[in-house]
């Protein structure tokens, strides 16, 4: 993702959340709870999108949906495939 201006950051807001959801808790009154819930959110799908492709047998991928939200709204960047391949160690045996 893009790095905000520090100009584009309200002052005492977060630029790390402002950078990964567009937004942070002292936005529009959302709150911590809030913002908590968005990281919480974004680091399951990431654990869950990390799990996929280790269960994967090997040569083959799976296909990731990459939304990132904006302070206009959610973008959506397409569906991307990775790839995972064999383990090093695993071919030698």
Sequence with gaps: MADLAPSAVPPGHSAVAHRVHGWCALCDARGYAKETM?????ENRREDAARALADAPPNTGVEIQ???NTPSGPVDLGTHRFARVPDEGARRG
């Design 38 to 42: 968005a990281w919480r959110v974004r």
């Design 66 to 68: 990459l939304i990132v």
